[in-house]
């Protein structure tokens, strides 16, 4: 299998929303980063995770332009963005996050983080608070110290049925991703079949991400570099984990979009200790990629969010 074929530009898909959405780029903190701006009033910046890229907001974006000036972006190592060999533990992301916030011409902004993203957007709060307003997180703790007991095997019969019977609950990429070199020699050319597992697997309704969708993120990972480069978001968990335990208690409002399996393990993961205003919200009828499969309540739970300044 090879995903090689062609997929619109980022520009094409920039202008296939409504909102007069651009593709740019900006030069920070040494690296270039890609990014997708449009709408109008305070700036609400998007994080997504892996594997995919900004396009993972596109249900989310033409309706939150209608209130926010919207920023997605593709992070370090991410879909346009640059890949260097270094830089991909969650602090040096988000000194990327804060310095394009400035470079855009904010002091600061709303900030909304997805999978690796949510990481980012927690450790943006954590070392940058004056860059962020109100910060959410969607299907995805923090990575702290319990991280490091995931075990290597399935823990129990339900997690081992769950990889059989075609549900998320063991995550295995956590231990592949570890790999140097290994899992670009199995996957380069061939990184839809990664995209279709995890789908098939953590998605409640299958159509919710549609066939030009998932073309597009096998060809943002297809290669050595893009692999390698999403591979280290994984690989520098431990120096995140390090990181996490010098920071103060985030006293921002955080908010945490869960997806009904991970709704329990949520609410202990996001615990006082990593912040002292946090709501977890449990998002129906959505697996782990809530932007693609619920938008209108990940919408509406963003607005009451942003809008509620009690």
Same mark, same amino acid.
Request: no cysteine; charged share 20%; proline share 5%.
């Given at each position: ?30 690296i270039r980063l890609h990014h ?6 305070? !700036? ?31 992070? &370090?190592?991410?879909?346009?963005? %640059?890949?260097?060999? @270094? ?7 988000? &000194? ?6 400035? +470079?855009?011409?904010?002091? @600061?902004?709303?900030?909304?983080? +997805? ?15 004056? @860059?962020? &307003? ?11 110290? %319990? ?6 095997l399935p823990a129990s019969d ?24 290994? !899992? ?79 709704? %329990? ?5 996001? @615990? !006082? ?38």
């Amino acid at each position: 299998m090879n995903s090689t074929h062609t997929v619109p530009t980022d520009t094409e898909l920039a202008a296939s929303l409504d909102g007069d959405f651009i593709s740019a780029h900006a030069e920070v903190n040494g690296i270039r980063l890609h990014h997708v701006t449009g709408g109008t009033g305070e !700036p609400l910046i998007l994080l997504g995770g892996w594997p995919q890229t900004w396009w993972q907001f596109r249900k989310v974006m033409p309706e939150l332009a209608r209130h926010y000036l919207v920023t997605a972006v593709d992070m &370090r190592g991410m879909g346009s963005s %640059s890949k260097p060999e @270094s830089g991909y533990d969650k602090k040096t992301m988000a &000194r990327d996050i804060h310095e394009l916030i400035r +470079h855009l011409g904010y002091e @600061s902004a709303y900030v909304v983080g +997805h999978d690796i993203g949510a990481s980012v957007a927690y450790h943006l709060a954590a070392t940058f608070s004056d @860059s962020v &307003r109100r910060v959410v997180t969607v299907d995805l703790g923090v990575p702290d110290a %319990s991280w490091l007991e995931i075990p290597m095997l399935p823990a129990s019969d339900e997690q081992a049925t769950a990889l059989e019977k075609g549900r998320g609950g063991y995550p295995w990429w956590f231990a592949l991703n570890q790999l140097r070199e290994l !899992p670009e020699q199995l996957l380069t050319g061939r990184f839809r079949l990664v995209i279709d597992w995890l789908y098939g697997h953590m998605l409640a309704d299958q159509s919710s991400v549609e066939e030009e969708a998932r073309r597009i993120y096998a060809a943002a990972y297809d290669t050595p570099e893009a692999i390698r480069a999403g591979n280290r978001w994984y690989q520098t968990m431990r120096q995140d984990i390090a990181d996490l335990a010098t920071y103060p208690v985030v006293t921002l409002p955080i908010l945490t979009l869960a997806a009904e399996q991970s709704y %329990s393990a949520l609410r202990e993961q996001m @615990s !006082p200790e990593k912040g002292t205003d946090i709501r977890v919200v449990r998002i129906d009828g959505s697996g782990h990629y809530v932007p693609e499969e619920q938008p209108a309540q990940m919408i509406r739970e963003l607005l009451a969010f942003f809008g509620d300044q009690s």
